[in-house]
């Protein structure tokens, strides 16, 4: 069974460009989730897709945005990028049963992203 | 939300016992207790998961006392290869932001 997918793994920008991830789910994972990774901040909580629903947000500026595809394949945007933004990207998903995720956690290896 | 609180690091020698606990004093009452390894450049992956008392794995065990405020995990005879970050995370079926803590880098020393 595949793992989580993520591209692209390594990505460089600079400073007010956009920039798009993706993240394909396990199959059968119905709940997608990002964060965000950086030394100073740990791994901090983006946001939860759930059937092409964002379910909860952290709390990050509206510069970050996601979203969910029927396949329950996830995009993450961030728009007008800033120095800070570098990081490393994680899309995890889990299963649900009845829309509640009934376990563990199933991380993608990430996309380190780069802002110069 | 369940705030953790964990060592930021810890030291120990190849073959040695390591218990990492974690303080969870807000933790709700349907959260179950998940605990992650992570290594540099990669995603968390899961290691055990626990609601109260032990359990135990291929890999891990992991004691929650009855209150169910702390929980410490327990990796037997580490190797080199064990040294990573690990994470503690309060986790229940609900949709909820997911708070992860700072974690704790083990070391593991030959």
């Known amino acids: 069974k595949a793992g989580v997918t993520q591209t692209p793994r390594y990505l460089i920008k600079t400073r007010g460009q956009q920039v798009t991830l993706s993240c394909s789910p396990i199959s059968g994972h119905r709940s997608v989730s990002w964060y965000q990774q950086t030394p100073g901040q740990g791994l901090q909580f983006l946001f939860e897709y759930f059937s092409e629903t964002q379910r909860n947000k952290g709390n990050f500026p509206g510069r970050f945005s996601g979203r969910q595809f029927s396949n329950s394949r996830s995009e993450m945007n961030v728009s007008t990028l800033e120095l800070g933004d570098s990081a490393l990207y994680l899309c995890a998903s889990s299963l649900t049963a009845g829309g509640l995720n009934t376990g563990e956690l199933f991380f993608g290896e990430g996309s380190r992203l780069t802002v110069l | 939300l369940a705030k953790t609180t964990q060592p930021i690091s810890m030291d120990s020698y190849e073959g040695q016992e390591v218990n990492i606990t974690c303080s969870h004093n807000n933790i709700a009452t349907n959260d179950y207790i998940t605990w992650y390894q992570q290594f540099p450049s990669q995603g968390p992956r899961f290691i055990i998961q626990?609601?109260?008392t032990k359990v135990t794995n291929e890999v891990a065990s992991l004691f929650i006392p009855a209150d169910r405020k702390s929980s410490t995990l327990s990796l037997p005879r580490v190797s080199l290869s064990d040294t990573a970050v690990y994470y503690c995370l309060p986790l229940n079926g609900s949709a909820r932001q997911l708070t992860f803590g700072s974690g704790t880098q083990l070391t593991v020393l030959p």
């Open positions: 626990g609601y109260k």
